[in-house]
């Protein structure tokens, strides 16, 4: 289920592990929208213990991928994925929630030249004409530009309007997904919507899916088994930020990880053998 070809295979051949073809990615790119962020106050040194425990890629905003290119020299390196773009209008908790719309803060031929192996902007869907408007026209461009550069892109539907709650609507998200694909995206970052939805979503779309993670929850084991059934719907892998690098026991964390995505353990087993 990988309907890119040419320079963009060869470049989302990267974000895969060699051995499982699955992918454990740890995003990084808080730190654009929100500032300082808990867990994540030196993002390079977050990004030096990842890669040490050997993820598959990262995600990255362009300044950190910038100050970090040493990092990501040789050929065990992890691939990185580049976060091109910010949502206006929402960087303030309680004073600017609606998304009005997003800007592109970064080129695709950067990124060429960066070496990146894809690139990721969000999808902010429902919101009122003339935003919607200019955000279908970003990610219209930017499908255009990925082309051009035979660049993987990576979409993001997201529910960021007035009212937060609407961020979890399962059939919104999908809709959202759907209309991702349908104007070019090659990959998307969605949320678990449940295991039926996630298989309906991945069957029917023909993209590779990765999930995020979402804000830290106090119960790993239940992150533990969306992980799971993440990967027993088809999704290529996750995305994780929070859930890892705001745990104290993170190393651990990417090691059970690991052993769900690539191994095929069941959250269970290995809950049982690191006595999480
Ligand atoms: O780019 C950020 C993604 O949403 C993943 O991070 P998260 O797991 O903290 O939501």
Redesign the pocket.
Same mark, same amino acid.
């Given at each position: 289920m990988n309907q890119m070809y040419g320079g963009k295979a060869v470049r989302f051949s990267k974000l895969l592990n060699p051995k499982s073809g699955r992918s454990l990615i740890i995003?990084l790119?808080?730190g654009l929208i929100f500032g300082n962020v808990e867990g994540l106050e030196d993002p390079v040194k977050t990004l030096e213990r990842a890669i040490s425990c050997g993820v598959d890629g990262v995600?990255l905003s362009p300044g950190i991928a910038k100050l970090t290119e040493h990092l990501f020299e040789g050929k065990n390196a992890p691939a990185r994925i580049l976060?091109i773009d910010f949502p206006v209008g929402s960087t303030i908790p309680g004073r600017f929630e609606k998304v009005f719309t997003h800007r592109l803060i970064h080129s695709v031929e950067q990124a060429v030249k960066m070496a990146v192996d894809a690139v990721k902007i969000l999808f902010p869907w429902g919101l009122e004409k003339s935003a919607q408007a200019e955000v279908v026209r970003v990610i219209a461009e930017t499908v255009e530009e990925c082309e051009r550069w035979d660049m993987p892109l990576v979409v993001?539907p997201v529910l960021w309007e007035e009212n937060s709650s609407e961020r979890n609507e399962p059939d919104l998200i999908e809709s959202a997904a759907r209309i991702a694909v349908e104007i070019g995206a090659d990959i998307l970052?969605i949320q678990f919507l449940g295991e039926d939805r996630l298989s309906r979503i991945i069957h029917r779309l023909h993209v590779p899916v990765f999930v995020? #993670? #979402?804000?830290k929850s106090d119960d790993l084991k239940q992150i533990l088994k969306t992980v799971q059934e993440s990967i027993e719907s088809g999704a290529k892998g996750i995305?994780? #930020?929070?859930?890892?690098w705001q745990r104290e026991n993170m190393e651990e964390v990417l090691t059970v990880l690991k052993s769900i995505i690539h191994d095929g353990l069941k959250y269970e087993e290995v809950v049982q053998s690191y006595d999480l």
């Open positions: 995003a790119d808080h995600l976060t993001e970052k995020l #993670g #979402g804000p995305m994780f #930020g929070r859930n890892v």
